[in-house]
């Protein structure tokens, strides 16, 4: 029943920054972890980032650890990932994900996730 539409996509110059926001139509504390992932053209889906809640806990990809952020705002049922130094392979379709489990143990996998968006576009250029 929940629905989670991105935004803040586009194109950039190697170096800029871009800030993807996902809106839920839940409460996103229902959610205990929420996540990024990204998918280029002919290449499998990979998880970015993830967060866990009440503790803020989180986990990035390696190729992103260090220039990317995830947060979340439960008042406004929106989770963020903010993205700087940004280089050509950060190309793909970000997409956000969340689940109501319990616990999962592998959090950046896409085997742990109920609930789906559409996914905004995100090309960087030399």
């Known amino acids: 029943q929940v629905q989670l539409v991105e935004s803040g996509g586009g194109s950039v110059q190697a170096g800029g920054s871009l800030r993807l926001s996902c809106v839920s139509s839940?409460?996103?504390?229902?959610?205990?972890?929420m996540a990024w992932f990204r998918q280029a053209p002919g290449k499998e889906r990979e998880g970015v980032a993830a967060i866990y809640s009440p503790f803020g806990i989180t986990d990035y990809a390696d190729s992103v650890k260090g220039r990317f952020t995830i947060s979340r705002d439960n008042a406004k049922s929106t989770v963020y990932l903010q993205m700087d130094s940004l280089i050509p392979e950060d190309t793909a379709m970000y997409s956000c994900?969340?689940?109501?489990?319990?616990?999962?143990?592998?959090?950046?996998?896409?085997?742990?996730?109920?609930?789906w968006g559409q996914g905004t576009q995100v090309t960087v250029s030399s």
């Open positions: 994900a969340a689940t109501d489990a319990g616990w999962i143990a592998l959090r950046l996998s896409v085997f742990a996730y109920k609930y």
């Open positions: 839940g409460d996103i504390s229902n959610y205990k972890y």
